[in-house]
């Protein structure tokens, strides 16, 4: 079970940043060996997450139109998995935002002034290692 502190969320209490539901759902489907009903994934999630069938089958919805999960129809519904964990989710939101803006050079500038310096450091073994294979 996954609980929910969400005090510090935009709006006050009881409110989620944004994208943290999407994160908590591709943590759980990545977590799972198999796949998971809209059910299995709210119970996952827990009672204080106090969320509906419909949100967590909104949610679901939205992640496999991003494709960012995969949807198999079981019956009359569907059964859900994760082709990745939330790092890739994280790393899909980043990229889609990149793409669209069009001076991406000023934008990846302005995004390496802003890391704090192990994270700088991190990235640019990320970009050697890269460039080394």
């Known amino acids: 079970m996954i609980r929910t502190d969400s005090a510090t969320g935009p709006g006050g209490p009881g409110r989620r940043r ?5 994160a908590q759902v ?3 489907l990545s977590a799972s060996s198999d796949l998971m009903s809209p059910n299995e994934v709210r119970d ?6 106090g969320l509906s069938y419909s949100t967590v089958v909104t949610v679901l ?3 496999f139109e991003k494709n ?3 949807r198999y129809r079981q019956g009359r519904s569907f059964r ?26 000023s934008v990846l500038r302005r995004f390496i002034s802003t890391l704090a ?8 073994g990320l970009l050697n290692e890269e460039s080394a294979d």
Not at 44 to 49: F, S
């Open 68 to 70: 960012l999960v995969a």
């Open 18 to 22: 944004p994208g943290e539901l999407e």
């Open 80 to 105: 859900y998995g994760a082709f990745s964990d939330s790092a890739g989710l994280v790393a899909d939101r980043m990229n889609r935002m990149l793409t669209s803006q069009p001076d991406r050079a």
């Open 61 to 63: 919805t939205r992640l």
């Open 26 to 28: 591709i943590n759980i």
């Open 117 to 124: 310096p192990d994270d700088e450091r991190i990235l640019r």
């Open 44 to 49: 996952a999630l827990g009672p204080a997450a």
